[in-house]
Nanobody
């Protein structure tokens, strides 16, 4: 079983920065894609950014140029640097990973961390 542990988030004023971290733990697994999704109150969960094992990245249009996703394959960790934050970035941010554990594919989520941007 692969589990994700998140850290970071919090409260920041508009224009400020925050960083999120997520580390995967378990036995005999390899991760293909790691990323972050977010869900604001009353809205559907949406992709923020994702990164593949070979470093290809994908960003939501709303965060391009402001957020940067990075990954440490040795530590099975993914990071999200969020700059120039806006009130509309307020949401619960979830770490996500998919890959292979033993003979099985897996997909797993973190518990979520709150990001609040005040105007």
């Amino acid at each position: 079983q692969v589990q994700l542990g998140e850290s970071g988030g919090g409260l920041v004023q508009a224009g400020g920065s925050l960083s999120l971290s997520c580390t995967a733990s378990g036995t005999q697994f390899s991760i293909n894609t790691m990323g972050w999704l977010r869900q604001a109150p009353g809205k559907q969960r949406e992709l923020v950014a994702a990164v593949t094992a070979d470093g290809n990245t994908n960003y939501a249009d709303s965060v391009k140029g402001r957020f940067t996703i990075s990954r440490d394959n040795v530590k099975n960790a993914v990071f999200l640097q969020m700059n120039s934050l806006k009130p509309e970035d307020t949401a619960v941010y979830y770490c996500h990973a998919e890959g292979i554990a033993g003979p099985f594919k897996f997909e797993t989520w973190g518990q979520g961390t709150q990001v609040t941007v005040s105007s």
